[in-house]
């Protein structure tokens, strides 16, 4: 898999968050990309495609109404 630059990558942060605590979710071509909204030079996670979609939906199923 190739390592995807965070710099390349269009970042989409969600309608939920607020200004002190939220991720932001990429989606290059390979795999899921999740990282720190306030830190955006910093680490970022690669997750699978599957494995995102899947933890996604988790979260969404949960998410207050």
Not at 24 to 29: F, K, N, T, V
Not at 34 to 63: E, F, I, Q, Y
Request: hydrophobic share 40%.
């Amino acid at each position: 898999m190739r390592t995807a630059q965070p710099q390349s990558l269009s970042w989409r942060k969600s309608s939920w968050s607020n200004p002190n605590d939220c991720v932001e979710l990429a989606w290059p071509s390979e795999a899921g990309a999740v990282r720190d909204s306030k830190n955006a030079d910093g680490p970022m996670l690669l997750v699978d495609r599957a494995g995102l979609t899947g933890l996604v939906a988790w979260v969404s199923s949960r998410a207050p109404a």
